[in-house]
């Protein structure tokens, strides 16, 4: 069964989980935008993405906008509850599903998961679970480094490059 839908953290494996306040009290994250490119290219090959998260950002929530990630959760102590209601919605099981965490509330879903991922920077005790250690850390290109080992997997890679290359008829 392919996967269909991916499953991303937020701090840690879309950021590098630093979190920044201004004298303000403004919260700042930074996120990847080669990770961005790579998950719009998987909405538009008609996957689905779902970010859960345990915290709670505006800043999160215009990302996912931004992206066209159609659900989003915010404040979630159990993912793997999460999850299960998305795929309800869905019509998918959990054979269907990659995700992505770094630390130990992603624990849950990442056992659960079909495949399972964890940036370079992750917790040891998520690496020793997950089924592929990525070589880039989180809010670095992690997300990109899970989406195209994916793209490879399925044998979707001329599709994917198809939508960034306008092919030359050239005589």
């Not at 689905?48 to 404040?75: C, H, M, N, P, W």
């Not at 370079?120 to 089924?131: G, L, R």
């Amino acid at each position: 069964m392919s996967i269909e839908l991916i499953v991303l953290d937020v701090d840690g494996t879309m950021t590098d989980g630093k979190i920044t306040y201004t004298q303000n009290g403004d919260e700042l994250k930074s996120f990847c935008v080669k990770d961005g490119l790579a998950i719009s290219s998987w909405i538009k090959l008609g996957k689905d993405v779902a970010i859960i998260t345990g915290r709670e950002s505006k800043i999160v929530e215009r990302r996912a906008r931004e992206l066209g990630i159609k659900y989003f959760y915010q404040g979630v102590n159990n993912k793997r509850e999460v999850i299960e209601e998305i795929l309800d919605i869905l019509h998918l099981t959990m054979d269907s599903v990659a995700s992505i965490g770094d630390d130990l509330n992603d624990y849950n879903l990442l056992k659960a998961s079909k495949l399972s991922f964890a940036p370079n920077n992750a917790s040891s005790y998520i690496k020793d679970i997950v089924s592929i250690r990525l070589s880039k850390d989180g809010g670095d290109g992690a997300v990109r480094e899970m989406i195209e080992y994916l793209i490879e997997l399925e044998n979707l890679k001329e599709e994917y490059l198809k939508l960034w290359y306008l092919e030359l008829n050239i005589s």
